[in-house]
């Protein structure tokens, strides 16, 4: 099997490149920013300076919320025909805090309350029945670089001033108390691959490590693993590093970093996070083309409509959470639109059947 790393060249991309070619027969090393995505035809053509970008088994993206339109577009060409980690819209949620906050929410996720305010004005009314401290966030910062803390009014209104003038949507945060401390989770798949309690540095309330944070190893308990794996999921991504923080109301997330450093974690850890994506990405991309193959086959089989051929195997598809399945089942099953069907659900299974009055009137 083949695949691509699409990144920006930093140490964890390379460490992970190095780690895939001892899954992969041969992996390329593609820099994001010599790739566009050409849109005129029918379908999406990502092209690797000028020329159309090879066919891969597994293409692993990476980049950073500069780059989200060109991220989710590389995406979208060849999800369909590469095992890729992150779902597209993965990358416009997961680059933005707002909307993996509405991601969040929707699963019912537990997290900090939080506001986005659509004016100055609206916000600064907001900031008026807050209790302080406070966080504001810039929906894209990394780092610790776009999060900033308020001890009162007139300090977050100044900050939401200078938000303003630079034309910068806010979001407003309650301030968890943690003593400084957070939790950064790798979720690779159903997993959690390693994680690491960071310490803010003296007088510091960010605990990332590019902000002067130290990483150590912790184990997680049953419930933050879980929670840390259903964020992943919530935003499309199955691999990702999930931010927590651990107050006095339990667990919350506060963000989801689709490119995380792996230096920080892996030296916290001992764990060679990178070796364990590509592992994983590996074994994904077998079942993936494994289940494909089986899929068209099945589909060749069930075009014909024999009596065989009334299983296929595909993967859950969904569209806000509801489930959308194959139009050849549709054509299988003979059901028509606003046929009365019955419908029973429990776990891993779901069955539809015309209901019954209705079989009778037709048959
Ligand atoms: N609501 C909050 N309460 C307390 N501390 C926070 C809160 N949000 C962020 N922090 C601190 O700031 C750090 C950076 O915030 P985060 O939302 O993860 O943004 P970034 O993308 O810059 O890492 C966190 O790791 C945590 O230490
Ligand atoms: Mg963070």
Known sequence: MNAALIS??????KWTFEAMQKYFESVDDIDLRELEVDLGGK???VLHNGKKMKDYDCVYIKGSFRYIQILNAVASSVFEKAYTPIEPKGFTIGHDKMLTHLALQRENIPMPETYISASPAGAKQLLEKLSYPIVLKFPSGTQGK???FADSYLSAASILDAFSALNQPVIIQRYVETGGKDIRVIVVGDKVAAAMERQAVEGEKRANI?????????TLDYKSKELAIKTAKAIGAEVCAVDLLKGKDGTMVIEVNLSPGLQGI???TGINVAEKIAEYLYESAKKFHGENAQLSEKIAKAAGLSDSAKTIVTKVQLNRSRIVLPEII???SGLRKDDEILVSAEKNCIVVSR???VKDKKD
């Open 330 to 332: 549709t054509e299988i």
């Open 8 to 13: 920006l060249g930093s140490v964890s991309s």
């Open 266 to 268: 892996t030296d916290a």
């Open 355 to 357: 209901s019954k009055e």
């Open 43 to 45: 379908k999406h053509v």
């Open 146 to 148: 776009g999060v900033m």
């Open 210 to 218: 590019h902000a002067g944070g130290k990483g150590q190893k912790v």
